[in-house]
């Protein structure tokens, strides 16, 4: 029998941009500055504009070319109050969510964990599916790990971290000295330049508390 196409249910982890109340200009130049930080995560990622914080009428068109020339894609608005606000964003192109419900993470069967014994060098990507991720070595500046579940590092971590890739809260990143460019646990991501001082070239802990990412400096 031929194969034929199908439909089904997924998730997957988005950013979201979450537009204040200033002009369109001021969230598009706070945009592009963010991804110059870290341009390789987010080249053509999908983003999703939360509206819900703004009051005034949307150029919804202007939105998305501007976030379009920032490097990502927008691919669906959300926080909309009213049915002329959602027809517009449809007019442009838009797909509008709901957020009145989170989504469910499907449960997925973790395998054993992933384990890098060679240094992760700038420009290399390592993807552990469905398991944790270890690395015995370091990771350098411009080199991406990723995990679907924590990501445990037992160098000095100058990359890019991305633990729960797969929308797992629960997921955490430990590394011997953190000198990280990005960290991000299930979506939520930090730059180097919100990553306290005091939690730097430390060996620390990553972990999610109320959508927030926490660090904790580990003694041991």
Known sequence: MANSPDL??????????????????????????KISQAPSFFSSAPIVLNITKVTQEIDFSMLKAGVMDSGMVPVAVI???????????????????????????????MVPAKVIRTPVRSGQQVYAANSDLIILNHVSAG??????????????????????????????IICNDLQAELVSIAGNYWLS????????????????????????????
């Open 8 to 33: 089904k249910g997924s998730s997957f982890t988005l950013s979201v941009l979450h537009l204040s109340d200033n002009p369109l200009s001021d969230t598009l130049s706070y945009l592009k500055e």
């Open 79 to 109: 926080g909309c109050k009213d049915r002329r606000t959602e027809n517009l964003a449809k007019e442009s192109g838009l797909a509008v969510m709901s957020g009145s419900a989170p989504v469910k993470q499907p449960t997925q069967k």
């Open 143 to 172: 080199a991406e790990v990723i995990a679907d579940g924590s990501i445990h590092i037992h160098g000095t971590l100058r990359g890019r971290a991305i633990a729960g890739a797969s929308g797992q809260k629960e997921a955490r």
């Open 193 to 220: 330049d919100q990553i306290e001082t005091n939690y730097w070239q430390q060996k620390v802990m990553l972990s999610m508390e109320s959508d927030v990412l926490k660090f904790e400096i580990l003694n041991i």
